[in-house]
């Protein structure tokens, strides 16, 4: 289906380039623009409603154009698209709380709706969930009883870490059960003659920077967020940060990690060596995954000394070129 998607998208875009250069006209036979429309409409399935909401408005300029009928209109580059809660899943219940409550404490189990306002708003405030239940799990085996269950009963999760996301990926979308990983926030161990640094998911980015300067290193990851968001959510997005350039990406950083599959499975790959070649590197399926693989739990990363100085410079070039010369 997918296959059949893409060769309908690239006639598709085929007939739009045309539609700017010296060509025959199109044609308003089926063999045109409506054909490769109707063909993607076809071809729709669940989960792939972007590729029709992207080009909707896009066919119908196209048509109007190509008919010669003068339609006010506009081409949107994405369009919203109507999500419906999945049936499948089931619905939170009292029984459902107690046992969370038994795993994890009264105390980690939230219900509070003022507590819970921050948990279903993203840091934009453009995007706002439903959730009634917020659960803290304090060790990977309380992460592990929790996805059992809910993979058990069909509950929905979403993990959630410091909630510092710009595109609403760490809210609900409806009524999930939020599993939030800031309670698992301890420093496991560091080795300073290799430099790497074994943590919790809910390691405030910041915290590990003030622990590793003082131990004479550097994380190879700052953010603007660094004082909320986790170590956790940054491996699950694999975020960027301001030494990416200088470090690279945490594809290259991140030497294993610890996650828990959604029925419980708990993936035990935290190596902390620099080279390994046994058997298959998980860890990068997890590497901005966020969190649809399964909730990260823990971290190993490796950590270059602290400069002995840092010289800013500031210069100013008149356009791009100058920049690359």
């Not at 154009?65 to 809660?85: D, E, M, T």
């Not at 990977?140 to 710009?166: H, M, W």
């Not at 009524?175 to 161990?189: G, P, R, T």
């Not at 170590?231 to 990406?249: E, K, M, P, Q, W």
Request: proline share 4%; aromatic share 6%; glycine share 10%.
């Amino acid at each position: 289906m997918v296959n059949r998607n893409c060769r309908a998208t690239l006639r598709l875009l085929t007939l739009i380039n045309r539609q700017g250069h010296p060509h025959p006209p199109l044609s308003s036979s089926p063999s045109g623009i409506d054909a490769c429309w109707k063909q993607l409409q076809r071809n729709n399935v669940h989960g792939e409603h972007k590729i029709v909401s992207f080009f909707s408005p896009l066919a119908s300029s196209l048509k109007t154009r190509q008919w010669g009928v003068k339609i006010q209109s506009r081409c949107y580059g994405s369009a919203s698209v109507l999500v419906q809660r999945n049936p499948k899943f089931s619905k939170l219940n009292d029984e459902d709380v107690r046992y969370f409550e038994g795993i994890l404490g009264a105390k980690n189990v939230i219900q509070d709706d003022e507590k819970l306002i921050t948990a279903n708003t993203d840091w934009m405030r453009k995007y706002k969930g439903s959730s009634k239940l917020l659960l803290q799990p304090r060790t990977t085996d309380q992460v592990s009883e929790i996805l059992k269950y809910c993979n058990f009963r069909c509950l929905a999760v979403v993990p959630q870490g410091g909630n510092t996301g710009l595109v609403g990926g760490s809210v609900p979308v409806f009524d999930e059960v939020v599993v939030s990983l800031s309670a698992m926030s301890k420093i496991i161990s560091f080795d300073k003659v290799s430099g790497i640094l074994v943590c919790e998911a809910g390691c405030i980015l910041e915290n590990i920077i003030s622990f590793l300067d003082s131990e004479g290193f550097i994380m190879p990851l700052d953010l603007g967020a660094k004082g909320s968001c986790q170590i956790g959510g940054n491996v699950s997005t694999n975020a960027g940060g301001l030494r990416l350039l200088r470090y690279g990406s945490l594809h290259g950083n991140v030497l294993g990690i610890e996650a828990v599959l959604a029925d419980g499975t708990v993936l035990d790959m935290l190596k902390t060596l620099r080279k390994d070649n046994t058997g298959y590197d998980l860890k990068h399926l997890f590497i901005g995954s966020e969190g649809s693989l399964g909730i990260v739990t823990k971290v190993s990363i490796l950590t270059p000394p602290k400069l002995s100085s840092v010289n800013v410079a500031f210069l100013a070039c008149k356009d791009y070129s100058s920049c690359q010369a």
